[in-house]
């Protein structure tokens, strides 16, 4: 299994200001996932990070909104822009651990926005 | 009807009993099937892992599938304070489809 490294684990954030979250992978991956884990709501993908290509979004998600980067197979960050209080949530980060669907996560990020 | 329901209600229970968790889904497809263990302040962590119908059992987990119901669970025998967690179903069809997970069962073993 890889280990995956979230920057911040933690952070308090004033409303209309931006947090850009980073993930660090100890193994080269092709896709980098970045997950949204609310109270008492499943988690839900936000967007598929590829190295190379612009990030494929869920529906619901916009680029604007959480832009990504992916710069090279080991590293992704994800940026929350304009933050309200409906984006405190945690973050996390994931990648793929085989043709069977499991995923690995990093420690998450957990955001608060006042 | 989402595609995978799990009752997020809380569980208690005393150390050293059975805790028992499920999840129902919709998606026939599915055929991989997790569960994950979430700490507080941690990332889910894989804790079992089944393909298709059956049972899978690691030490004190038993997972069974049950694909004609489309219903899962996850046993834990002798529960220990240790074992607090939450603990979230997923399941995928495989391939490039992604996991669909269940809201997640926040259990505690009091001592």
């Known amino acids: 299994s890889a280990v995956i490294s979230q920057k911040p684990s933690r952070d308090i954030c004033q409303r209309g200001t931006s947090l850009t979250i980073q993930c660090q992978v100890d193994?080269?991956?092709?896709?980098m996932f970045w997950y949204r884990q609310q109270p008492g709501q499943s988690l839900t993908l936000i967007a598929t990070a590829n190295q190379g290509s612009e990030a494929t979004y869920e529906s619901g998600f916009v680029i604007d909104k959480f832009p990504i980067s992916r710069p090279n197979l080991t590293f992704s960050t994800l940026t929350v822009s304009n933050m309200s209080p409906e984006d405190s949530s945690i973050y996390l980060c994931?990648?793929?651990?085989?043709?069977?669907?499991?995923?690995?996560f990093g420690e998450g990020s957990r955001l608060t926005v006042l | 009807q989402k595609e995978v329901e799990q009752d997020p209600g809380p569980l208690s229970v005393p150390e050293g009993a059975i805790v028992s968790l499920n999840c129902t889904y919709s998606n026939s497809a599915f055929q991989y099937f997790m569960w994950y263990r979430q700490y507080s302040r941690k990332g889910p962590e894989l804790l079992m892992y089944?393909?298709?119908?059956g049972n899978k059992e690691d030490g004190r987990f038993t997972a069974q599938v049950d694909k004609s119901s489309k219903y899962i669970s996850l046993f834990i025998r002798d529960s220990q304070p240790s074992d607090s967690a939450t603990y979230l179903c997923?399941?995928?069809?495989?391939?490039?489809?992604?996991?669909?997970f269940g809201k997640g069962n926040q259990v505690v073993v009091i001592p």
């Open positions: 089944t393909y298709s119908s």
């Open positions: 994931s990648v793929d651990g085989g043709h069977t669907g499991e995923l690995f």
């Open positions: 997923a399941m995928s069809a495989g391939g490039n489809n992604r996991l669909a």
């Open positions: 193994s080269q991956v092709t896709m």
